[in-house]
């Protein structure tokens, strides 16, 4: 059996990118919020918006290719839609793995294209309403397209990540968005000090994601790889196997992803066009700040995934439950701090920077914190549940979303709450049955209580701390 062992460099790797990853946002936000306009600011949260959007054409690749290549350097000689073959054995599948490489080629360049005529039309015609016309920002039509070209190249270059993390190169992986966030964060300096304004920003975004494609690439087909690569040979139904595979949950994490959107996003969608744009600007700020905090707090579950699938692929449930109730409490204490330090100090360093844009009022902030810190709870046991190749959420993320749009429009169309409820909206349909049932699911199916749970998540965490401190 193949182990995918994650080591400590793994975890310190997945910080050290995430902590980059996040500061190419910060370590720029003061310069964004200083030197451009309330009108740009508002425009770049909104093109982002509508780029998440855009962005759920992946439908629900990515995470299922990284499982798949998992599978396969777990051991795996097959394929499922649904399930896995507990206890395979064996070494890695070349054959398996060189078609499995041709079919994930093959669904980005159709994906990416996609994206980019999406984005060309519809998207076009939601930045030009909200922008009055491409009038309110200079250049504002140019910078559109810049940023639709620079989200193609993005898109395509996705499944790069899901290969390395797949495989169990997660270090490799995190060195990868560390040096394309390095370079984003010195391009998107350099640009704005030189007064090329909201344009620099996205040209930035351009070009960056090239340098972590050229160097994901170096990685994953190192030599070794490429010469039990070459001169394999696979049929047409082969191909259709593992494609029918990938696809069968795929599409429902994709429409999933939809249902996300509508919960997390369409509320932000909705307020361009009803909101002024110091409200827009507002709102786009708290969600960045608090995206930040989850990012950080959810790293180390990410980075323990490839092993919560070997696990699983051996059957080893004792390992897989400690492995993932480590991960939850860790996130627990890195969300429950970072939200603390968002909701009390954030208004404060935004003043110390002289940011043309505010946080909401503190009332806001803490509801939206909650909704945030719960959402994110429940979206962790979900991915959990995925990981055991079963997706049974997509009829309450459907539900979830599309109840959440419409109370979204029913609060901007005939009341004045604004974004107070926007938020209540989105946390009360959430508490209603998903922040509580997909948690309870993963207690049920390991038989074990949620004090246990987190019993075995602290006795982890004090082991590891202690280890730490004998070395």
């Known amino acids: 059996m193949s182990n995918i062992d994650i080591s400590k460099g793994d975890i310190i790797w997945s910080y050290v990118s995430q902590f980059f990853n996040i500061a190419s946002g910060l370590i720029t936000l003061p310069l964004i919020l200083h030197l451009l306009s309330t009108e740009e600011i508002a425009m770049n949260y909104l093109m982002l918006t509508v780029t998440t959007l855009v962005t759920l054409m992946d439908f629900g690749f990515t995470p299922q290719i990284s499982r798949q290549v998992s599978y396969v350097y777990s051991g795996a000689t097959k394929l499922l839609k649904e399930g896995i073959v507990e206890g395979s054995t064996g070494t890695v599948n070349y054959q398996l793995l060189a ?4 079919v994930t080629r093959r669904i980005f360049r159709i994906i990416s294209a996609i994206v980019l005529v999406l984005l060309m039309t519809l998207g076009t015609w939601y930045m030009y309403f909200v922008t009055e016309g491409f009038s309110n920002v200079d250049n504002s039509f140019a910078i559109w397209l810049v940023f639709c070209t620079s989200s193609f190249f993005s898109i395509y270059f996705k499944y790069y990540d899901s290969l390395l993390v797949g495989r169990g190169l997660v270090k490799e992986s995190k060195q990868c968005i560390l040096a394309s966030k390095v370079l984003q964060i010195v391009l998107v300096y350099v640009l704005l000090l030189a007064s090329v304004g909201l344009m620099g920003v996205c040209i930035a975004n351009l070009i960056s994601p090239f340098l ?9 087909y190192d030599n070794g790889t490429i010469s039990k690569l070459y001169g394999q040979a696979f049929s047409d139904e082969l191909k259709s196997e593992i494609f029918q595979a990938i696809w069968y949950n795929a599409k429902k994490v994709g429409i999933n992803f939809i249902g996300t959107y509508c919960t997390r ?3 932000m969608f909705l307020i361009g066009l009803y909101l002024a744009s110091d409200v827009v600007a507002s709102y786009g700020l708290m969600m960045q700040f608090v995206t930040i905090v989850t990012s950080i707090s959810v790293t180390f579950f990410g980075t323990l995934q490839p092993q919560i699938i070997s696990y ?3 059957g080893d449930r004792v390992k897989t439950i400690r492995r993932f109730s480590y991960s939850i409490i860790v996130y627990y204490l890195l969300c429950i701090c970072g939200l603390a330090v968002v909701v009390f100090l954030g208004s404060w360093a935004l003043n110390l920077i002289g940011s043309n844009a505010q946080l909401p009022t503190l009332n806001i902030l803490l509801l939206y914190s909650l909704v945030c810190f719960l959402e994110e709870n429940h979206s962790n046991f979900a991915i959990f549940i995925s990981s055991g190749n079963q997706v049974p959420f997509v009829p309450a993320a459907l539900i979830s979303g599309f109840l959440i749009c419409i109370g979204d429009f029913v609060v901007l169309q005939f009341t004045s709450l604004g974004l107070l409820g926007i938020i209540l909206i989105q946390g009360g349909v959430q508490l209603a049955y998903n922040n509580w049932y997909w948690p309870r699911w993963v ?11 987190l019993k075995s998540g602290l006795c982890e965490l004090y082991g590891m ?3 730490i401190m004998q070395t």
């Not at 078609?99 to 041709?102: Q, T």
């Open 265 to 267: 996003q369409f509320g």
């Open 99 to 102: 078609c499995l490489l041709s």
């Open 465 to 467: 701390l202690k280890k």
């Open 212 to 220: 972590g494609r050229y160097l994901a690439h170096h990685f994953f």
């Open 312 to 314: 699983r692929i051996q």
């Open 443 to 453: 207690f049920k199916e390991y038989r074990i209580s949620f004090r246990e749970f």
